[in-house]
């Protein structure tokens, strides 16, 4: 058997429908190698990297300095339990993020494994956090319409996504969605924990901008009120938004953060979620204040290691003073793009990420449009009929405009047919 048939066989995919990819005529994609902004198949196919393998990769696939420290603490140690013991990569990886921060704000740092997870253990922070101050009837949380913060229970409550999280909405914590700042007005604020929201956009609900301001406006009325204000930067961290996070274009600062995705560079599962002092300080006496919640794999090492060396490469490289270009230079081809093609409806920016909304669709037209992009050597995935553009930082932008041609190009095949 292939290896297309042995994954047919034995394989169950997230967020995928597993009649089709088992049907007899789909024969599934088997990427064997990434090198720089490629990816390549077992055929020798080359395809940009126009999702950043689902939003994590950064520095491009098989960077010397990330897989050099991954190979060196491989030499000295794999996994060890990070209950009862630490190690050197997880220590310094804490302290180089702690530091990326203004000083006293942030400076706690709780590992896990990926974005869900960090979002989890914030929630289950926020919630504890009141018990031991003596407010337990704080317990609830806002999120927002579009919402999308992981499928673990508690994250899948957040969600305002029907076809995630409707079939779970009544078993979580208890929820109260708003649809944007100006609702936090109508909601009482003596019995919410927290407001959790991604910063600047929202991925999963199509690269949906929020309004300039809405970060501070959720930042005061969480001060007012008491409520702790949490932002899941999962997609948005590591130089996204053009900032090292995009909390910084609004000079918000939170009490909780959810990194995870590019912390690794997008090379190893890794994610922390980030506390203030405040927050740790009321879980410090015996038992009782305790935070029962980790993870087996929580600290690891390589993780730890690749999130080090990855730090390092924004330094070296100085990445993030050279988006500025990249990012304008994508928006001007995205402007080219919208004028040329008539079925893009919308273009949704915020730095490196980008989101196309194509017109006259029904939920499929987008996925039928990143299938065909692939004859033209370009993998990414849409949000329903929103076409998602967000490579690793490190591409040039000569291949930015490649990407976009093997998009404009699948846009005009499958448009044309669907008339």
């Given at each position: ?78 996994h060890c339990s990070f209950l009862g013991t630490s190690n050197p990569p997880a220590i310094r990886l804490a302290e180089k993020l702690v530091g990326l921060f203004p000083p006293d704000t942030l400076s706690r740092v709780f ?46 409550a957040l969600g305002g996504i029907e076809t995630f999280h409707g079939r779970f909405a009544k078993l979580g914590l208890p929820v109260v969605h708003a649809a944007d700042g100006a609702a936090l007005a109508a909601i009482p ?231």
């Open positions: 058997m292939t290896l297309a048939d042995l994954d047919k066989t034995y394989l169950w995919h997230p967020f995928t429908q597993m009649a089709d990819w088992c049907a007899e005529g789909h024969t599934p994609l088997v990427i064997e190698r990434g090198e720089g902004v490629y990816l390549f198949d077992g055929e020798g196919r080359r395809y940009l990297d126009g999702n950043a393998s689902i939003w994590t990769n950064i520095h491009g696939h098989g960077h010397p300095a990330i897989d050099a420290a991954v190979r060196s603490q491989l030499g000295a140690l794999a590992f896990s494994d990926d974005g869900s997870t960090a979002i989890e253990c914030a929630l289950k922070m926020a919630v504890q956090y009141f018990q031991l101050r003596g407010e337990a009837g704080r317990r609830k949380f806002v999120a927002f319409s579009g919402a999308y913060h992981g499928d673990t229970l508690g994250a899948a604020p003596g019995e919410i924990a927290g407001v959790v929201v991604e910063p600047l956009i929202q991925g999963a609900a199509g690269m949906r901008l929020w309004p300039p301001g809405t970060l501070r406006e959720l930042r005061d009325w969480c001060d007012a009120g008491g409520a702790l204000l949490i932002l899941d930067e999962v997609m948005t961290g590591f130089g996204r938004t053009g900032k090292m996070f995009a909390c910084e274009h609004e000079g918000v600062t939170p009490d909780l953060l959810a990194l995870a995705k590019g912390l690794t560079g997008g090379y190893l599962p890794l994610a922390t979620t980030l506390a203030t002092e405040r927050i740790y300080r009321a879980f410090l006496g015996g038992p009782a204040e305790t935070f029962y919640y980790g993870h087996s794999y929580s600290g690891n090492p390589l993780g730890c290691a690749a999130a080090l060396a990855s730090l390092r490469v924004f330094e070296e490289e100085d990445t993030l003073a050279g988006l500025g270009p990249k990012i304008d230079h994508l928006a001007a081809a995205l402007d080219g793009l919208a004028a040329r093609q008539p079925r893009v409806a919308e273009i949704r920016q915020c730095g490196m990420i980008a989101g196309i909304e194509l017109s006259g669709g029904d939920g499929s037209l987008g996925a039928r449009v990143c299938t065909a992009a692939r004859a033209h050597g370009l993998l990414t995935r849409p949000v329903l009929d929103t076409l998602v553009f967000m490579p690793p930082l490190s591409i040039t932008a000569a291949q930015i405009d490649e990407g976009l041609a093997a998009l404009e190009a699948a846009i005009g095949e499958v448009c044309t047919q669907s008339i």
